[in-house]
């Protein structure tokens, strides 16, 4: 049986950036609920909670852009015309964001100032995900294999809509974490934010689910067809499960738990997408198979992620445990 190396890539490219936003979701988050945090200390701790690994995260954004272009160029040449703008003022929130992060750190005078660009490179970077996410749901026009639309095609009410869900579900990855990581008054505010902030999510996330298989005749025959219409069935039950869980580990102060329940619901999201999705990189337009490189360039590049990616998960796993447990509310990054 021949192996089939563009689904290989295909799966790599899609845990790389499932692992892109479940790692680097949370540390946005820290600047999604930035502006709802007034004391000083508070807002260096959030930041020291995540100094040790946001650089690390944004490695999986590397990894899955880079990617695509190197193993699915045709879809990287149709995605990318698609979405120059909100894919442009993401790449600038994040720059932004990580110039603030580090100038916070070396003025006094001008310190609020960065703190306005830490929250909103965030908050842009995050909005422009969702927008992006948004606009390829529904579908980017394809005529001989190439972007056939206009240049506002991406902003629509469901593009936008996606956009404030997508912000709003950091914000509870960042509060989950805050309170898996924090102690004191900093970790109860982020304890009240996190179950209003989990509802909101588990509601846009019914809102999507509902609308979402209208917008094509193929997610419609995906979600309720055989054998796929099982998992429609499922994940509502496994999303009302991490709700629990996260108004369980709340109640109970087992802090580690909300975050991990968190993390489900947008492993669960992800899931959906990509049942949606399959057999289509860009949906309803180019397959997987349309749109790979050659088999042989397929081949050697692999060789080159299965040295690298295990790499890549040793370190980041190496560096979230070494700073493992709680962060001292008077030590970190300077």
Avoid at 159 to 172: E, F, P, Q
């Amino acid at each position: 049986m021949p192996i089939d190396y563009a689904f290989i890539w295909a799966a790599l490219i899609a845990f790389a950036v499932l692992a892109y936003v479940v790692l680097d979701g949370f540390d946005l988050g820290i600047g999604v609920l930035f502006p709802f945090f007034r004391n000083e200390h508070d807002r260096d701790q959030m930041v020291n909670s995540v100094a040790p690994v946001w650089d690390g995260n944004e490695t999986w954004l590397v990894l899955g852009g880079g990617g695509l272009l190197a193993v699915f160029p045709l879809a990287y040449a149709t995605i990318l015309p698609a979405l120059y703008m909100p894919i442009i003022l993401m790449l600038l929130g994040l720059i932004f964001r990580g110039v603030a992060f580090e100038y916070r750190w070396r003025t006094t005078r001008w310190k609020p100032v960065w703190d306005v660009g830490f929250a909103g490179g965030s908050i842009l970077a995050g909005f422009c995900q969702g927008i992006a996410l948004g606009a390829l749901v529904q579908g980017i026009p394809v005529a001989n294999r190439a972007y056939s639309g206009g240049w506002w095609d991406w902003l629509t009410p469901f593009s936008i809509a996606t956009g404030v869900a997508l912000v709003l579900g950091y914000g509870l990855l960042g509060a989950t974490w805050l309170v898996f990581k924090t102690v004191g008054p900093l970790r109860e505010q982020a304890r009240r934010f996190a179950l209003p902030l989990a509802l909101v999510t588990v509601a846009a996330m019914g809102i999507f689910s509902l609308w979402t298989p209208w917008l094509k005749p193929h997610y419609l025959d995906r979600w309720f067809g055989y054998p796929t219409a099982i998992f429609s069935v499922i994940v509502p039950l496994l999303v009302l499960g991490c709700l629990y869980l996260i108004h369980k580990g709340l109640r109970d102060g087992r802090d580690w738990l909300p975050f991990v329940a968190a993390l489900g619901l947008f492993v669960l999201g992800y899931a959906g997408i990509g049942i949606s999705f399959y057999p289509y990189i860009v949906p309803t337009a180019l397959t997987i198979w349309e749109a790979a490189a050659p088999d042989d360039s397929l081949k050697f590049l692999l060789v080159g992620a299965a040295v690298l990616v295990p790499i890549i998960l040793i370190y980041t796993s190496y560096a979230y445990w070494v700073f493992r447990g709680k962060i001292d509310p008077e030590e970190g990054y300077h």
